[in-house]
Nanobody
Framework: VQLQASGGGWVQAGGSLRLSCAASGYSFEFSSYAVNWWRQAPGKERELVAGLLVGDSTIYGDSVKGRFTISRDNAKSTVDLQMDRLKPEDTAVYYC?????WGQGTKVTVSS
């Protein structure tokens, strides 16, 4: 299974970015598995940002609730993370994961 994360970049505080995680190389039903977005800032532990669970229920980290939205497109095997009202503290490398597979990460930098 390969997970390809994309969409990171530089944005000013208050702006938006949309990350995408594309899955390939699997033989199971994509919709049957939860997909999560994590992030890791320099010097900090990796933290869960958002998760899209089986049945499409969602979970969000407290720091991003109301600002980030996770969604999936099963036809395209992608899970997106819409990030609005970004803050400098959102600066991190963002990773997607499914089961025990991880993408390579995409860097998000939010300037004040």
């Amino acid at each position: 299974v390969q997970l390809q994360a994309s969409g990171g970049g530089w944005v000013q505080a208050g702006g938006s970015l949309r990350l995408s995680c594309a899955a390939s190389g699997y033989s199971f039903e994509f919709s049957s598995y939860a997909v999560n977005w994590w992030r890791q800032a320099p010097g900090k532990e990796r933290e869960l940002v958002a998760g899209l669970l089986v049945g499409d229920s969602t979970i969000y980290g407290d720091s991003v609730k109301g600002r980030f939205t996770i969604s999936r497109d099963n036809a395209k095997s992608t899970v997106d993370l819409q990030m609005d009202r970004l803050k400098p503290e959102d600066t991190a490398v963002y990773y997607c994961n499914m089961v025990n597979f991880w993408g390579q990460g995409t860097k998000v930098t939010v300037s004040s």
